[in-house]
């Protein structure tokens, strides 16, 4: 069997079925960074432009210029590279943007990047990683 949707098509679709079909198509974490392969990617999603315009719009600006940062620089930054943007904490940036991902794809679960295991480094600061496919995502909405 074969099925052709048109961008019309995946348009008039709900998040949660153009979600669905991109899972299908393009499962999480198949847009793994090199050199990042072994972070955790299961909740990890990859965000099309519409989906990241949907998250920026309801983003404070301090959330929308660490995105920026991360367009600019991803798709894998050290957290330190926020500290201009306005973002007083990590962990509060972190739970801000899921929280708003999660209202956006209806998935309890969502995560707009993987990190590695703070723990790890001496000052206990590490990296904010995102799947290839959101990077080039954020790089186009930031473009415009």
Not at 80 to 108: A, C, V, W
């Amino acid at each position: 069997m074969q099925v052709t949707l048109t961008l019309n098509d995946l348009n008039a679709l709900s998040d949660k079925a153009r979600q669905e079909i991109q899972e299908l198509l393009f499962p999480k974490g198949a847009g793994k960074p090199e050199g990042y392969e072994s972070y955790d990617w299961d909740n990890v999603y990859d965000l099309t432009e519409n989906q990241i315009e949907r998250l920026v719009a309801g983003l404070g600006e301090a959330s929308r210029n660490a995105l920026k940062v991360i367009a600019s620089k991803g798709p894998a930054i050290d957290a330190r590279e926020l500290d201009d943007t306005g973002i007083s904490s990590y962990g509060s940036f972190q739970s801000g943007i899921h929280r708003r991902l999660r209202k956006i794809t209806g998935d309890e679960d969502a995560c707009l990047f993987t990190f590695d295991d703070w723990n790890e480094d001496e000052d206990g600061i590490g990296h904010f990683v995102v799947s290839l496919k959101t990077f080039e995502s954020l790089k186009k909405y930031f473009e415009e």
